[in-house]
């Protein structure tokens, strides 16, 4: 067993290796909640199944650095005991992960046979070039799919974000990612402010709670450009607004984006700690687990950290609430990863067992009870086991629960979507310095149209 944990490549070399790719492409189809449900689901038919059947091979995995794949690389030696295959695991922080795999898929060449996908982010580019096994024929021949992996029991919003628009299932649904209030209920109650269920009163705790002289902060969230994107996105969802619509058309510089951005600005500048532009969601979770940030908005799949004595000093504090509501409607901002199969891979097959086991019930129901994730399988959330031996409160199920029910895809499902996150980015992080947003977005606007326009071939 080997597991590695580094980092990848700069995003200078990102953008050169797969600037072709990029470029080449086509918007992917969607809703305008998710995309259209693959017309046939497959599912595996009982067979004397073999999970021995590539017993001797090794493969490479590379996986993003989360609690998810803690889990994984934790119960590595039970898949490699079950298949007698060797995991060599290459667990590299998100955003180098991305870059890593744009640059060795572009080049024809990679390093790794499975690999974790950032749907919100990747599978436009990815379902573009190919760059995916398409799983459909391992999925239905029972020789290669166990009976027991029950695909059926994927949610069908999981199933129709592992689809890419052709048809091709090129992953297989790993985590589900709504995006949820985390806030300090000591701090709360120090102050007698209750828990904020608009954009307006989210706003306004944040200025209560806000106490720099005492290390305290009331609200933080990423600063850091590309990375601080969604939130702004996420933020629009109150005005029930999209940055780029099903027509690809823009809408960044209309009122609903400048009031996100707005309030984006005035949650940053004014009520975060210093140095919030350099923010990603790790700073983000050190800064709220020490006990500094009176609020914290991101993916719900950080509670496992927040809830262990070693590493959180807000243990039994935390509480986990739905995204507020906006002027005009509430939503949860969702994203999704899904696990796949390089498609240079000379290894598919095991590499596909890989991928199954990761996705199979039990690690799912490992996911939920560690608080790392929402699972897309339906079944999990009634698992006697996973609810039993919740290292998280109840309240954090309770809320991915009700998560799922207002939950909308949060970024735009084009494929240049890293590039509208690195421009817009850079805007929002200038106005954390006090750069006036609608001037901002209307800058961003320009630069990102020709992009846009170019991967629809318009």
């Excluded at 084009?414 to 209307?442: C, H, Y």
Aim: one cysteine or more; aromatic letters at 10%.
């Amino acid at each position: 067993m080997s597991i590695r944990r580094r980092p990848g490549y700069s995003r200078r070399d990102v953008i050169r290796a797969g600037a072709a790719a990029i470029a080449a492409s086509s918007a992917v189809a969607g809703s305008s909640r998710w995309p259209a449900l693959a017309q046939s689901t497959p599912e595996a038919t009982p067979s004397n199944f073999n999970w021995k059947k590539y017993e001797g091979e090794t493969i490479d995995v590379l996986l993003s650095l989360s609690p998810r794949s803690d889990i994984l690389t934790k119960y590595q030696p039970e898949f490699e005991e079950l298949t007698g295959i060797k995991v060599n695991a290459d667990v590299v922080p998100e955003q180098q992960q991305r870059q890593k795999q744009v640059i060795e898929f572009t080049s024809g060449n990679p390093s790794f046979d499975v690999t974790e996908e950032s749907w919100h982010v990747q599978k436009g580019l990815f379902g573009q070039g190919k760059f995916l096994l398409d799983l459909r024929d391992f999925l239905n021949d029972p020789e290669m799919t166990s009976p027991d992996y029950d695909f059926a029991d994927f949610s069908a919003a999981a199933v129709a974000f592992a689809t890419q628009p052709d048809g091709r299932i090129d992953t297989l649904p790993y985590n589900i990612d709504y995006w949820i209030l985390y806030w300090n209920k000591e701090l709360f109650d120090q102050k007698g402010v209750a828990f904020p269920k608009t954009f307006d009163e989210m706003l306004e705790a944040a200025k209560t709670l806000n106490d720099p002289a005492n290390g305290v902060y009331g609200f933080v969230a990423r600063g850091l450009k590309n990375a601080n994107t969604p939130v702004w996105t996420s933020f629009m969802q109150g005005w029930d607004a999209k940055p780029v619509d099903d027509q690809g058309q823009l809408h960044t510089t209309e009122e609903p984006a400048v009031a996100a951005a707005t309030l984006y600005q005035s949650l940053l500048a004014n009520y975060a700690p210093p140095g919030v532009n350099g923010f990603n969601w790790n700073e983000c979770q050190t800064t709220f687990g020490q006990g500094t940030a009176a609020m914290w908005f991101d993916g719900i799949g950080f509670a496992t950290p927040l809830e262990d004595p070693s590493k959180s000093k807000v243990v039994g504090k935390v509480g986990y609430g739905l995204q507020p509501a906006g002027p005009v409607a509430q939503h949860s901002g969702t994203f999704g990863d899904g696990m796949g199969v390089s498609a240079q891979s000379s290894k598919p097959g095991p590499a596909y067992f890989y991928c199954q086991w990761a996705t199979n019930k039990q690690n799912q129901a490992r996911n939920l009870a560690a608080g790392a994730g929402a699972s897309g399988r339906v079944s999990v959330y009634s698992d006697p086991a996973a609810l039993e031996n919740l290292t998280v409160p109840q309240e954090w199920v309770d809320t991915l629960i009700a998560s799922g029910k207002i939950g909308l895809p949060s970024l735009p499902q084009i494929i240049p979507v890293t590039e509208f996150r690195d421009i817009f980015g850079i805007a929002l992080t200038n106005m954390i310095s006090g750069a006036d947003p609608k001037q901002e977005l209307e800058s961003a606007t320009e630069q990102f149209r020709p992009i846009l326009e170019k991967s629809l071939g318009s």
